[in-house]
Each structure stands twice: as C-alpha cells, then as structure tokens.
C-alpha cells in the first residue's frame, strides 16, 4: 500500500461512512471520487437526522410547545456553528439557503433591487471569470439583462489560471461588484483573492466569493478573505443536500432589501405595507430547511473534529500523487494547473480522443464513480477546445489506493478503445 506523509488515518475515516462498504458491479467494491459534486455523509451525521426527525421534528420559532422550541433551539444552533466554522464576527451574519445557487442568486437579486450606493444598474459594470460555475454566470448574466449593467470577466491562461495582467482594466470606477470561485470546480485552481479583493476595495466595488469547493476541504475564514459575501454548499462537506450558506457583512444585510417574501422575514404586515424582521431572517422567508440545517452543524462538529488543517494536508498530499499518476496514463491531458500547488483535490482530463462519457461509463463498470461532462462551467471547456472533461475529485476519506484504482481503470478504457 502507498504511504503519502501528511495523510489521515482513513482505514477509521472510512468505517464512518456506510456506504463506502457497497459493493458494486461483479463484486467491485465502489471507489468514489466524486466528492466535488456531493461528498458522501458519516453515521454521525445520519443520527443526528435520525434523532431530529424522530425527536424533534417541528417548525421553528413562534411555537410554544416543547419542540417547536426545542427545533428551534436546533436550528439555530446549526447557525452559531456556522458562523464558529467560518470565523464570522456575528451569527447574524449567516443566512440558511437551500444551496450555494440560491445563496449567488440572492446576492444578485439584493443588488438589482438596492438603492444607492449599491444598486447595479445601466451605468454600472459586474465583473465574474471565466472558470465560474454556472450559478455564478447565470444570476450575474440575468441581473445585466434587466439592468442593462455591463458584465465582464477576467479571461484563462493556457494553465488553467486566471489571467489578472489587466486587472485594472476589467475592476474599475464603473464596477459595483465582482463575484469570482474561490477554488474552481472544474479547474481546480485556487484563486488570488488578496489580488482581486484589493484592486475591488480601490474602485469600492463589493466582492461575493463562490467557496463551494473550498469550505469543505480547508479552513475559511470570512475575515482573512476581506469579502462582503462568501457562499458555500453543505453536501459538499458531509451534510445533507437542500442546505447552503450566505454568509454577508452585517451592515450590508441591513442595508440590503430582501429577496423573497412571505412568513419568518417580516416584522409587521397590513394590506398596504410590511416591515422586514432584522437580518439574517429577512433573507429566510418561509419554513426553512430546517433538519439539513441541524444536520450541516452535524457535519461541521465531524470535520472539526478531524481538523480542517489535517483535512487540507491529507488532500495535498493525495492530490499531488494524483497528478504524478495522471500524467503517467499516455495520452491523458489535465485540463488546469499540474502541479498540486495553489489547486484543490479535483482534477479534470481528457483521455486521447475519447470522450469523457465513455470514460466514466467503462470506469463505472469497474466501481470506480467520477464525473464527466462540463461540470456546469462550459465556458471552461470552450476556452480550451474540449467537448468535456472527466473528473475525478478526492475528499477526507479518499485513499491513495483509489488513486492507483482510477489510473489501472484508466488502462483498460484504453484498452477498450484500442
């Protein structure tokens, strides 16, 4: 077996996760490299739900009896975790959304409905990049379709890395905000913020970081980052789907009006007007996800306890033998950076000229899961003329075993292929 220095103990990782343990076509036990599309989820978590759901299960606030409060106790708590996890100064500061979609799309709609100085409108510019995944392409594109705002974005360098040579060019007086990934989805790159946050501070444009593959892989600090908003997902980080995080400065969700409407994110209602409770509930309208919030604190008690640094050594380490196995497969490409450096443990490549479906469709056929296709972030795949890329994407529990598992498989497609 391969030892890597910096790795975790993942032969007692692994007895956390049940489904780990399935075994799959002819006997082939699953190999999941999946994770940058949704991580799988430890037995801690799955009580905890358990529990909840068995327990506790009631809607929050308002309710007087005893589980309407003790949800409530729960649910809120989730949000104290949060806002621990990521260093936030304020718990109000963390708003429950179903995703890291909703959560961009929100700060989008709060921008187009704002008045000044942070209203976008014709006059102004939006600034994104062009490795961003589709949910931080498409609110940007729809708020620049109704206000008539510009939108522009930094362009790729040839290795997979953001091209800033014009950076003051593309952020200038005329930009109200600049919305960019933290770490690339498809790419794996990780990003400058110091650079980009810096140039938006100068012009006073607001910045929106997409931290959806960085939240579960190292530690996030709001603070460090010098953002206005940072989003992330919990099914990426060994919660449940259906909740997400938009964490937002205080003053700005006070200032900013609300996006949705309805129950929870008022303060008083006529038939002429309402008020806005305070922030973060004005931005939770309706029955929140309220057991995939109580399960996300679930997840995020389970990696502290591991340790984010642990968690951000142990995927280096698998990440850079990854790349050194990769290249070895002839013909396979890695589309982004090649060295483990500054990039995130997902790693995208084309095998000759085969295309990626019929990469992962041989690859499942030995249990080995990737993802293939554009990774919702196709304008990565048109800046380097591929149809798609397949992608394999490593978490906490990932062994290098896997790895050597993924090249062999990698071996018979070509194979397969002739």
Request: hydrophobic share 40%; charged share 20%.
């Amino acid at each position: 077996m391969t030892q890597l220095p910096g790795l975790l103990d993942t032969e007692a990782i692994r007895k956390d996760f049940p489904i780990l343990d399935r075994v799959l076509h002819d006997g082939r036990k699953l190999v999941y490299l999946d994770n940058a599309a949704t991580s799988q989820t430890p037995r801690q978590v799955i009580d905890v739900l358990d529990e909840y759901y068995e327990q506790h299960n009631a809607n929050v606030h308002r309710g007087v009896h005893v589980l309407a409060e003790e949800a409530t106790a729960l649910y809120e708590g989730a949000r104290d975790k949060v806002a621990e996890f990521i260093n936030a100064p304020s718990r109000d500061e963390v708003v429950f959304t179903k995703n890291a979609s909703e959560s961009l799309n929100l700060v989008a709609n709060m921008l187009g409905w704002a008045d000044e100085p942070y209203r976008v409108d014709h006059e102004t510019e939006i600034v994104i990049t062009e490795m961003e995944h589709h949910s931080n392409i498409v609110p940007w594109q729809l708020l620049a379709q109704r206000t008539g705002a510009k939108l522009r974005w930094f362009g790729l360098t040839d290795d997979g890395r953001l091209d800033l040579s014009n950076i003051d060019e593309i952020i200038t007086e005329k930009t109200k905000i600049v919305s960019f990934v933290l770490v690339s989805n498809i790419l794996g790159t990780q990003n400058p913020v110091e650079a980009i946050v810096r140039r938006a501070q100068e012009v006073g444009a607001l910045v929106c970081v997409d931290a959806s593959q960085a939240a579960p892989h190292m530690p996030l600090d709001v603070q460090a980052l010098q953002a206005d908003f940072v989003a992330f997902t919990g099914h990426k980080m060994c919660g449940p789907t259906g909740i997400g995080v938009l964490w937002g400065r205080q003053e700005l969700l006070e200032d900013l009006p609300p996006f949705l409407g309805g129950g929870e994110m008022i303060e008083t209602v006529s038939m002429h007007s309402s008020t806005y409770a305070p922030a973060p509930h004005k931005f939770e309208a309706g029955t929140p996800p309220i057991a995939q919030a109580v399960g996300l604190g679930a997840a995020i008690d389970y990696l502290n306890s591991i340790g984010m640094d642990k968690i951000l050594a142990h995927e280096h380490a698998l990440t850079e033998y990854a790349v050194g196995r990769l290249l070895e497969v002839p013909d396979l490409r890695i589309i982004g950076p090649t060295t483990a450096e500054e990039r995130g443990a997902a790693i995208s490549f084309t095998l000759g000229d085969i295309h990626p479906h019929d990469v992962g469709q041989v690859l499942d056929e030995q249990g080995i899961a990737v993802r293939v296709g554009h990774h919702c972030a196709r304008p990565v795949c048109l800046r380097y003329g591929i149809p798609a890329t397949t992608r394999a994407s490593f978490y906490l529990y990932s062994t290098p075993a896997e790895i050597d598992a993924l090249v062999d498989g990698l071996e018979h497609v070509r194979n397969f292929f002739g």
